[in-house]
């Protein structure tokens, strides 16, 4: 079974399932925003930001990827089983209010100063913004491409790891977390766990789908495009991310040259106002600048 067709036959049941599967690249201008509209369907965030940066002259660097091959069938049963069980069945936390339920979204830039470890500091913070003593477990994009390229083909190439993340973390024990998952090609585990659905037919699934995340609960996803240099380009550039009620909040970091943005959207099941998502956003920001000046 093709590991990019059982992806796309993931994205697909949620798009017939009603879920918006669109995610937004959010220019932030001195005088409005602009934003570009892309389809799940079609683009990854990767892809995405290839196709838009070959209108824009100057030089340009683009994130490296290591992604491992594909490992043996029965090393992807295994990976799919021990994902299952990562998952399924455990209380991890995610905020619910009692507002009247919409699509809410808000960013936070930040200046980067050469910081390292970005990723495990940005994802340590965002968990310390929920001010939860639970666990949370966040869905991680992992970009399959083997190379970006500008003016690579529009493709949704892209599969996740999951990260619990408890209130005794450290960005050290985080950071080795996030790598052992990536050594170990847990993303591939995770493509495989869609062969199930996939053997039973997209009918069944979807009369499933309503009711998947009562025992498949994560916090949300957190998707980081890392950072790309872009030759006179002075403005901060954002990802809204999709979300859907099996990943109702939508985490996002981009930086572009010195400018990072954070960015968090929330799905309408959560009933959260937009007070409280700016709330989340704030001391989210807050539990980052304090990790740097340590």
């Not at 399924?88 to 209010?97: I, L, M, N, Q, W």
């Not at 993303?187 to 699934?205: E, H, N």
């Not at 929330?266 to 956003?281: F, N, S, Y």
Request: aromatic share 12%; with cysteine.
């Amino acid at each position: 079974m093709n590991p990019h067709k059982l992806i796309e036959f993931y994205f697909q049941c949620l798009d017939k399932a009603g879920e918006k599967m669109t995610f937004e690249l959010v220019k932030f201008k001195t005088d409005n925003t602009e934003e570009l509209s892309f389809n799940h369907l079609f683009y990854d965030g990767a892809s995405a930001l290839c196709e838009v940066l070959t209108k824009l002259p100057g030089n340009k660097k683009l994130p490296v990827l290591k992604v491992s091959a594909p490992p043996s069938l029965l090393k992807r049963l295994w990976m799919a089983t021990t994902w299952w069980y990562r998952v399924s069945y455990r209380p991890f936390y995610r905020p619910s209010g009692s507002g009247p339920g919409d699509y809410l979204s808000s960013f936070r830039t930040l200046v980067v100063n050469d910081e390292k470890n970005l990723n495990s500091r940005i994802l340590l913070a965002l968990h310390r913004a929920m001010r939860t003593h639970k666990k949370t477990l966040w869905m991680l994009p992992v970009s399959l491409h083997s190379k970006l390229e500008l003016g690579m083909p529009p493709q949704n190439n892209v599969s996740f790891i999951d990260i619990k993340v408890g209130p005794d973390d450290s960005e050290l024990t985080l950071r080795q977390k996030i790598s052992r998952e990536l050594k170990d090609g847990a993303y591939w585990g995770t493509i495989w766990s869609m062969l199930i659905p996939k053997l039973f037919g997209k009918k069944l699934f979807l009369k499933a789908l309503p009711y998947l995340h009562y025992f498949l609960r994560r916090t949300g996803t957190f998707t980081n495009l890392g950072k790309w240099d872009v030759e006179n380009l002075n403005e901060a550039w954002g990802i809204r991310a999709t979300v859907v009620p099996l990943n109702p909040m939508g985490a996002s970091a981009l930086q572009i040259n010195s400018s990072l943005t954070l960015g968090l959207q929330l799905h309408p099941c959560l009933k959260l106002t937009k007070g409280e998502l700016d709330q989340i956003l704030d001391r989210w920001q807050f539990e980052l600048l304090a990790q740097w000046k340590n």
